[in-house]
């Protein structure tokens, strides 16, 4: 419910709906504004803003700190704690089992566990898919790179839906790929994409940030992945593969309000279905004939008539 | 074989080689004159990162960017006169103060970031350097290319390099310098404060390694982020081991890095069915295996590591 409906609501209904806001805590490893906690820390206090939530949250947070962290908001009254898991499965599950009147909502490689520890995925593999449909018509090379952080699998899998986007309108395409090894260096990162362009690549998909930095000052375009890019790079990131992640936010905040136990596995909030991912594109930049294909897709995923494939496999 | 061969001739893999050495050789530079006058400074990680951070803001908050090489400069010798304070006069243990110092700078730089600048979806920018073309020079062809298009500080690292040498070995405060390094009675036998140079020393040096950090921000990109110094600092820690510190030996040592570095990012793109965890590998098991084969001869400060004090025998 918006703002204005709240405040048109007598005064004793508006207190009893403040009251129902579910108290969040966030566990973010990486300083917000890495990225991909940025969507998450944006969708939240986009909730917060809505009095859905109320949202506080730690940034930054070690490994090793990282169970105390989720431990003192579970004390401090949290009803449901949102983190990432990837480096400290054992650990937060750990947690979890101790507390068992907290939801937690995890990024994890992982399945849920037992009713209160759910666990979600990252998809805009179908925005990357369609990115790469267009992609696939502007190339004058025929190849097409991309930088990523690490290979695990929701990497992989979006450089891989990237690609068969791309093959889809240009079965001709050679592929080139780099991983850093790190999630935030954006001078490696630009680094590898300037070795890519080197390489004979004319449009990178830059998973992670200062991909398109290489691809600036060569002059070659580029498609953002989670976030737009596009304001940043104007005429060099076309496109961008948007994660959205404040269905995944309302699902979980529905299912802590209704009692519902929340060990289930969230990630299909993330599909273009339920509004989790979108491409959004300057359409200036793309040639005419690209647009229609795409637009066909877009609408055959909508209806669950095409499902773009999940392919977690290295890209090399 | 032949595609490896390819891309060694390109120049702009040796450009890609010059930029990425470039805070390398500024960081390796300020931890070899901590060490040749006795103290070693792990402070360096989190030094990065503060000038980093600092030399972005005062360019953010619309200095010029010198400017903010400067602030750099000027922070992260404050840094190094708390590491000197620590582990000079007070003698305390050098690695304990240094690896201190790290998670004081770094964590100072998150927390002022945070004070101080509002951020969005994406880290604010600034303009940063822009190459420049030597006029002449760049014309050479591939050296020109390599060599003299690069963006300002690194021409900046390269003088360095000759300005340090030419310090430590050509003047009396050099002399005085690496004495203090080697055998600090008998700087005080000459009537000087082994004291007072060691905590100049790693000033200087403190300052250096925070210009290292500043080029991250001002130059290889244009914002900042707290984790974005991603161990650089460590490896200037032993790249001054590789160099058995000398300057012109850390000026090779880190463009070596860099060279294995850019090499790697390229071959990942073009050689297939390799993890590509070995190319990342790469630089730093090349770096340990040449440090194995440099380090047996490296001539180590003899002073090093030791705290000085005054009548002590």
Same mark, same amino acid.
């Given at each position: 419910?918006?703002?204005?409906?709240?405040?048109?609501?007598?005064?004793?209904?508006?207190?009893?709906?403040?009251?129902?806001?579910?108290?969040?805590? !966030?566990?973010?490893?990486?300083?917000?504004?890495?990225?991909?906690?940025?969507?998450?820390?944006?969708? +939240?206090?986009?909730?917060?803003?809505?009095?859905?939530?109320?949202?506080?949250?730690?940034?930054?947070?070690?490994?090793?700190?990282? %169970?105390?962290?989720?431990?003192?908001?579970?004390?401090?009254?949290?009803?449901?704690?949102?983190?990432?898991?990837?480096?400290?499965?054992?650990?937060?599950?750990?947690?979890?089992?101790?507390?068992?009147?907290?939801?937690?909502?995890?990024?994890?490689?992982?399945?849920?566990?037992?009713?209160?520890?759910?666990?979600?995925?990252?998809?805009?593999?179908?925005?990357?898919? +369609?990115?790469?449909?267009?992609?696939?018509?502007?190339? &004058?090379?025929?190849?097409?790179?991309?930088?990523? !952080?690490?290979?695990?699998?929701?990497?992989? @899998?979006?450089?891989?839906?990237?690609?068969? !986007?791309?093959?889809?309108?240009?079965?001709?395409?050679?592929?080139?790929?780099?991983?850093?090894?790190?999630?935030?260096?954006?001078?490696?990162?630009?680094?590898?994409?300037?070795?890519?362009?080197?390489?004979?690549?004319?449009? @990178?998909?830059?998973?992670?940030?200062?991909?398109?930095?290489?691809?600036?000052?060569?002059?070659?375009?580029?498609?953002?992945?989670?976030?737009?890019?596009?304001?940043?790079?104007?005429?060099?990131?076309?496109?961008?593969?948007?994660?959205?992640?404040? %269905?995944?936010?309302?699902?979980?905040?529905?299912?802590?309000?209704?009692?519902? %136990?929340?060990?289930?596995?969230?990630?299909?909030?993330?599909?273009? &279905?339920? !509004?989790?991912?979108?491409?959004?594109?300057?359409?200036?930049?793309?040639?005419?004939?690209?647009?229609?294909?795409?637009?066909?897709?877009?609408?055959?995923?909508?209806?669950?008539?095409?499902?773009?494939?999940?392919?977690?496999?290295?890209?090399? | 074989?032949?595609?490896?061969?390819?891309?060694?001739?390109?120049? /702009?893999?040796?450009?890609?080689?010059?930029?990425?050495?470039?805070?390398?050789?500024?960081?390796?530079?300020?931890?070899?004159?901590?060490?040749?006058?006795?103290?070693?400074?792990?402070?360096?990680?989190?030094?990065?990162?503060?000038?980093?951070?600092?030399?972005?803001?005062?360019?953010?908050?619309?200095?010029?960017?010198?400017?903010?090489?400067?602030?750099?400069?000027?922070?992260?010798?404050?840094?190094?006169?708390?590491?000197?304070?620590?582990?000079?006069?007070?003698?305390?243990?050098?690695? $304990?103060?240094?690896?201190?110092?790290?998670?004081?700078?770094?964590?100072?730089?998150?927390?002022?970031?945070?004070?101080?600048?509002?951020?969005?979806?994406?880290?604010?920018?600034?303009?940063?350097?822009?190459?420049?073309?030597?006029?002449?020079?760049?014309?050479?062809?591939?050296?020109?290319?390599?060599?003299?298009?690069?963006?300002?500080?690194?021409?900046?690292?390269?003088?360095?390099?000759?300005?340090?040498?030419?310090?430590?070995?050509?003047?009396?405060?050099?002399?005085?310098?690496?004495?203090?390094?080697?055998?600090?009675?008998?700087?005080?036998?000459?009537?000087?404060?082994?004291? *007072?140079?060691?905590?100049?020393?790693?000033?200087?040096?403190?300052?250096?390694?925070?210009?290292?950090?500043?080029?991250?921000?001002?130059?290889?990109?244009? /914002?900042?982020?707290?984790?974005? $110094?991603?161990?650089?600092?460590?490896?200037?820690?032993?790249? $001054?081991?590789?160099?058995?510190?000398?300057?012109?030996?850390?000026?090779?040592?880190?463009?070596?890095?860099?060279?294995?570095?850019?090499?790697?990012? *390229?071959?990942?793109?073009?050689?297939?069915? $390799?993890?590509?965890?070995?190319?990342?590998?790469?630089?730093?098991?090349?770096?340990?295996?040449?440090?194995?084969?440099?380090?047996?001869?490296?001539?180590?400060?003899?002073?090093?590591?030791?705290?000085?004090?005054?009548?002590?025998?």
């Amino acid at each position: 419910m918006g703002a204005a409906a709240t405040l048109a609501l007598p005064a004793y209904l508006r207190k009893a709906q403040a009251q129902t806001a579910v108290k969040v805590a !966030g566990v973010h490893a990486s300083p917000v504004e890495n990225a991909w906690n940025s969507r998450i820390h944006a969708a +939240l206090q986009a909730a917060a803003a809505d009095g859905l939530i109320e949202y506080e949250f730690s940034e930054g947070v070690a490994a090793t700190d990282y %169970p105390r962290a989720m431990r003192e908001y579970a004390e401090g009254g949290a009803k449901l704690i949102w983190g990432e898991s990837y480096a400290v499965e054992a650990e937060a599950r750990a947690v979890a089992a101790d507390y068992p009147e907290t939801a937690f909502l995890m990024g994890s490689s992982g399945g849920p566990e037992g009713d209160n520890f759910g666990v979600f995925g990252t998809r805009n593999h179908e925005a990357a898919y +369609l990115a790469g449909m267009l992609a696939g018509k502007m190339s &004058k090379t025929g190849t097409f790179g991309s930088v990523g !952080g690490y290979p695990i699998p929701e990497v992989n @899998l979006l450089i891989n839906a990237f690609r068969m !986007g791309v093959k889809e309108v240009n079965p001709e395409a050679k592929f080139l790929n780099g991983f850093i090894g790190a999630w935030f260096d954006p001078a490696k990162a630009k680094e590898a994409a300037l070795a890519q362009i080197d390489g004979g690549a004319d449009i @990178l998909f830059g998973e992670r940030i200062g991909t398109a930095d290489g691809a600036q000052e060569r002059g070659v375009k580029a498609i953002g992945s989670l976030i737009d890019y596009t304001p940043r790079y104007p005429g060099t990131v076309f496109a961008n593969a948007i994660w959205n992640y404040r %269905p995944t936010i309302d699902a979980i905040v529905a299912d802590v309000v209704a009692g519902r %136990p929340v060990g289930r596995d969230y990630t299909e909030y993330s599909f273009m &279905k339920y !509004g989790g991912n979108e491409l959004i594109y300057v359409a200036e930049e793309v040639p005419a004939d690209a647009i229609p294909a795409m637009e066909e897709k877009k609408a055959a995923i909508a209806a669950g008539t095409f499902e773009v494939p999940i392919d977690a496999t290295e890209p090399a | 074989m032949t595609v490896a061969l390819d891309i060694l001739m390109t120049a /702009s893999l040796w450009e890609a080689v010059l930029r990425i050495a470039t805070p390398l050789i500024f960081g390796v530079l300020g931890a070899l004159i901590c060490e040749r006058a006795g103290v070693l400074n792990l402070g360096i990680e989190g030094i990065m990162t503060l000038g980093a951070m600092v030399g972005w803001l005062t360019v953010y908050w619309g200095g010029d960017l010198w400017l903010g090489m400067a602030v750099a400069v000027l922070v992260g010798m404050m840094m190094g006169w708390l590491h000197a304070m620590l582990t000079v006069p007070l003698g305390l243990s050098q690695h $304990v103060s240094g690896l201190g110092i790290t998670l004081l700078a770094s964590a100072l730089a998150y927390y002022l970031y945070r004070l101080w600048v509002e951020v969005g979806d994406l880290p604010p920018t600034i303009v940063p350097f822009q190459p420049l073309a030597v006029p002449g020079l760049s014309s050479i062809p591939f050296l020109g290319e390599a060599v003299f298009t690069q963006m300002p500080p690194t021409y900046v690292a390269l003088i360095l390099v000759v300005l340090v040498a030419w310090f430590l070995n050509r003047t009396p405060a050099g002399l005085a310098l690496r004495m203090t390094g080697e055998n600090p009675h008998a700087v005080e036998a000459q009537g000087l404060n082994p004291h *007072r140079i060691r905590i100049w020393a790693v000033m200087v040096g403190s300052g250096l390694m925070a210009l290292g950090g500043a080029f991250l921000t001002t130059a290889a990109f244009n /914002s900042f982020f707290p984790t974005m $110094v991603q161990g650089r600092g460590w490896i200037c820690i032993a790249l $001054v081991v590789f160099a058995s510190w000398r300057p012109g030996k850390a000026l090779i040592g880190a463009l070596l890095f860099a060279l294995f570095d850019a090499f790697q990012l *390229r071959l990942q793109t073009v050689v297939e069915g $390799v993890p590509y965890q070995l190319f990342l590998m790469a630089p730093y098991v090349l770096s340990i295996v040449a440090l194995v084969l440099v380090a047996r001869r490296a001539r180590v400060p003899e002073a090093l590591m030791q705290p000085y004090r005054r009548g002590e025998r």
